[in-house]
């Protein structure tokens, strides 16, 4: 077995993943194209940007060289980090610019990388202007795309790409990582893994006052239906909305001041795409917020679920377990599971372009008819 270079020696969760790739640069053999596929929160993009400073850096990954230090910081010149830019996905421009920048000989390495996160929504318009670059790239390019699964990438691209896959972390060890990173109490941590998703995404929540009042608000309105009406239910997805929608008011100053430096060396073709780009972005940011709020209500609804059943000791979350169980005393299994169904069928309307606001009152009305909340009259 090949020495382990220091970049990859930090992908201990993954341990065949990093001797393979070990291997890979010890016998000279590094693909052209890699598919690293596998459940977020497995480390894929950790793995693909160690393997770009293996790539880049003159000692083969030594890890604190100045070429690798830059890759970490996301400033080396020949290491780019790609994601979709519109909300559906990757645009076909973001192709046409990646390949012509492929052409360009590197800065500062011998070599140059290409990550790129969310593969799978690569469409077929994008993936047809990055197919040849892909299969036959420049002298010294490499790519590695990331996503959930191979299946879920256009065979056209995984096809060309070497698949590396990714075990998925275990619920201990998630939970393990982020108490360790963040110094978070075993039920918090809990709390945020089932809400987030990730450990990367549970940190950023847990260290966000904003997301975490919305979490808050959820739990409140969810624990309140038993005794709202009609109209507090549509008063109570209003105020969700704006609770999601108040951690992007920093965005928008943002933007709005970027866009106010760049007017005067802008030309008004350049200043329409900063624009089209920066709506982009906080349409993207706002549905990541609402499906966080949806996420945040189904697992409240899944610990209902739990309750019913008589599992109160796998319920996640216990902070608000007198709530959960007194809801769970006037429902069935059926009901909570239809409860279930309602969040998901709001996380696919949000995805859809429905209006937030329209999908988050729907999803409360079927939630407290489904968990037989009695409605109240004014």
């Given at each position: 077995?090949?020495?382990?270079?220091?970049?990859?020696?930090?992908?201990?969760?993954?341990?065949?993943?990093?001797?393979?790739?070990?291997?890979?640069?010890?016998?000279?053999?590094?693909?052209?194209?890699?598919?690293?596929?596998?459940?977020?929160g497995?480390?894929?993009?950790?793995?693909?940007?160690?393997?770009?400073?293996?790539?880049?850096?003159?000692?083969g990954?030594?890890?604190?060289?100045?070429?690798?230090?830059?890759?970490?910081?996301g400033?080396?010149?020949?290491?780019?980090?790609?994601?979709?830019?519109g909300?559906?996905?990757?645009?076909?421009?973001?192709?046409?610019?990646?390949?012509?920048?492929?052409?360009?000989?590197?800065?500062?390495?011998?070599?140059?990388?290409?990550?790129?996160?969310?593969?799978?929504?690569?469409?077929?318009?994008?993936?047809?202007?990055?197919?040849?670059?892909?299969?036959?790239?420049?002298?010294?390019?490499?790519?590695?795309?990331?996503?959930?699964?191979?299946?879920?990438?256009?065979?056209?691209?995984?096809?060309?790409?070497?698949?590396?896959?990714?075990?998925?972390?275990?619920?201990?060890?998630?939970?393990?990582?982020?108490?360790?990173?963040?110094?978070?109490?075993?039920?918090?941590?809990?709390?945020?893994?089932?809400?987030?998703?990730?450990?990367?995404?549970?940190?950023?929540?847990?260290?966000?006052?904003?997301?975490?009042?919305?979490?808050?608000?959820?739990?409140?309105?969810?624990?309140?239906?038993?005794?709202?009406?009609?109209?507090?239910?549509?008063?109570?997805?209003?105020?969700?909305?704006?609770?999601?929608?108040?951690?992007?008011?920093?965005?928008?100053?943002?933007?709005?001041?970027?866009?106010?430096?760049?007017?005067?060396?802008?030309?008004?073709g350049?200043?329409r795409?900063?624009?089209?780009?920066?709506?982009?972005?906080?349409?993207?940011?706002?549905?990541?917020?609402?499906?966080?709020?949806?996420?945040?209500?189904?697992s409240?609804?899944?610990?209902?679920?739990?309750?019913?059943?008589?599992?109160?000791?796998?319920?996640?979350?216990?902070?608000?377990?007198?709530?959960?169980?007194?809801?769970?005393?006037?429902?069935?299994?059926?009901?909570?599971?239809?409860?279930l169904?309602?969040c998901?069928?709001?996380?696919?309307?949000?995805?859809?372009?429905?209006?937030?606001?329209?999908?988050?009152?729907?999803?409360?009305?079927?939630?407290?008819?489904?968990?037989?909340?009695?409605?109240?009259?004014?």
């Amino acid at each position: 077995m090949p020495s382990v270079p220091a970049a990859l020696a930090a992908l201990s969760r993954q341990p065949r993943v990093r001797d393979f790739l070990a291997s890979a640069l010890a016998e000279g053999r590094l693909s052209h194209a890699y598919l690293f596929a596998g459940a977020p929160g497995s480390g894929r993009t950790e793995a693909a940007l160690a393997l770009a400073r293996c790539v880049v850096c003159p000692e083969g990954g030594d890890g604190t060289c100045g070429e690798c230090i830059r890759v970490a910081h996301g400033t080396h010149p020949d290491v780019r980090v790609l994601r979709p830019a519109g909300a559906q996905g990757y645009l076909a421009e973001q192709a046409d610019e990646l390949v012509r920048d492929a052409q360009l000989s590197p800065m500062r390495a011998r070599a140059k990388v290409y990550v790129l996160e969310r593969a799978e929504t690569l469409g077929r318009s994008a993936a047809n202007a990055l197919l040849k670059t892909i299969e036959e790239p420049p002298e010294g390019v490499h790519f590695v795309l990331v996503a959930r699964s191979a299946d879920a990438v256009l065979p056209t691209i995984a096809s060309r790409c070497q698949v590396v896959p990714f075990r998925p972390p275990s619920e201990a060890e998630a939970r393990r990582e982020l108490e360790r990173s963040c110094g978070a109490e075993p039920e918090r941590a809990a709390i945020a893994l089932s809400v987030a998703g990730t450990v990367d995404e549970a940190r950023q929540l847990l260290l966000s006052p904003d997301r975490l009042e919305v979490r808050r608000l959820v739990v409140r309105v969810l624990s309140e239906l038993p005794d709202d009406d009609g109209w507090d239910v549509l008063c109570a997805a209003r105020r969700i909305v704006e609770a999601c929608d108040a951690p992007l008011e920093t965005l928008r100053g943002e933007q709005a001041a970027r866009q106010e430096a760049y007017a005067d060396f802008l030309s008004a073709g350049a200043r329409r795409q900063a624009a089209a780009a920066d709506r982009r972005e906080l349409t993207a940011r706002e549905r990541s917020s609402i499906m966080e709020a949806l996420s945040a209500a189904e697992s409240f609804l899944r610990d209902v679920l739990l309750s019913v059943e008589g599992l109160r000791d796998r319920m996640v979350n216990v902070d608000c377990a007198d709530a959960i169980c007194r809801i769970a005393r006037h429902a069935t299994p059926s009901g909570a599971i239809r409860a279930l169904g309602a969040c998901s069928r709001a996380a696919e309307d949000v995805a859809r372009n429905v209006s937030p606001r329209l999908a988050l009152e729907a999803m409360l009305l079927s939630v407290k008819e489904a968990l037989t909340c009695q409605p109240s009259y004014r």
